[in-house]
């Protein structure tokens, strides 16, 4: 077996090092983005989703609320037509 050259060796050295130093900036840029998005969002007006969950639920209950009090006001309507 003959010995590796040491421009070879070298060569390889400084790749392994590339490559562990693109994989802490790759690493550092998620983060920095992370945190970005994070601060963007915390700073939008946006409402969670159990908070939308809970509009919704009460705005399905005034609609039915709402029907129910349209039937009401045409029943008591044709009574007092009757009458």
């Known amino acids: 077996m003959q010995p ?48 939308f969950d809970a509009v919704r639920a009460m705005a399905l209950k005034a609609r039915e609320q709402n029907a129910a009090l349209e039937a009401r006001i045409a029943a008591l309507e044709a009574k007092a037509s009757e009458g």
């Open 4 to 51: 590796k050259p040491p421009f070879l060796d070298d060569i390889s050295k400084l790749l392994t090092s590339a490559a562990g130093v693109a994989q802490g900036a790759r690493a550092e840029a998620e983060t920095a983005m992370k945190s970005v998005l994070e601060r963007w969002l915390a700073d939008s007006d946006l409402v969670t989703r159990e908070e």
